[in-house]
Structures are given as C-alpha cells and as structure tokens.
C-alpha cells in the first residue's frame, strides 16, 4: 500500500499562486509516475499534470505555461506550483501515483485538497 499526505492548496485571489505537495509513504518502490488530478463540481475527474520517474512531463493544456509540477525521487514527493490562478482552476485537487507491478498499472490517489480561486 501507498499512503499519500497532501498539504496546501487554500483560497487565493485571480492571479495569484499556490503550491501544493505531496508526500508519499508505505510500499514506494516500482512507482512509475507522480502527479496531479482535479475534479471541479459536476466535471469529471481530469489530469493537471504528472511526471514519470524518468522526468517525463505532461500537462492539461490549460495549465501549460502557468502550472509547474515537480518530483523529488528521493524523498518520494511530488509538487505542483500554480501561478497566475484563474476561478475555473478551483477544484479539489488530488494528488495521484501510479505503481507499475508486473503486468498491473495500480493507482493510489490522495484525500484531495481544496484550491478556490476567487476574488
């Protein structure tokens, strides 16, 4: 098992920025990749950004150029700096990992975090 602990996220004004993090604990090895969901009411869940242990890097679209995920391996945390927040960023955020065992792709997810962005 993998215990994720997320921290930040919070209520911060249009343009502003926040820094969500997450530390991950329990049975860490053959994780493949660390990242980022969110999930806004009535939306489904959808992925901000995440990154494989070999520094690969994917982003939503909309989050490109203003989001900045990063990954410490040897501490097994991963990080996700936002900037320049807009309103339809607010969300519950929820950190996710991704361990490959085998031939089984197994995903553990966070509590979620709250992110509003509102003026």
């Known amino acids: 098992q993998v215990q994720l602990v997320e921290s930040g996220g919070g209520l911060v004004q249009p343009g502003g920025s926040l820094r969500l993090s997450c530390a991950a604990s329990?049975?860490?090895?053959?994780?493949?990749?660390m990242g980022w969901y969110r999930q806004a009411p009535g939306k489904q869940r959808e992925l901000v950004a995440s990154?494989?242990?070999?520094?690969?890097?994917n982003y939503l679209g909309d989050v490109r150029g203003r989001f900045t995920v990063s990954r410490d391996n040897a501490k097994n945390t991963v990080s996700l700096q936002m900037n320049s927040l807009k309103p339809e960023d607010t969300a519950v955020y929820y950190c996710?990992?991704?361990?490959?065992?085998?031939?089984?792709?197994?995903?553990?997810w966070g509590q979620g975090t709250q992110v509003t962005v509102s003026s």
């Open positions: 329990g049975t860490i090895f053959s994780i493949s990749a």
């Open positions: 990154i494989t242990s070999g520094g690969g890097i």
């Open positions: 996710n990992v991704v361990k490959q065992v085998l031939t089984s792709t197994i995903n553990y």
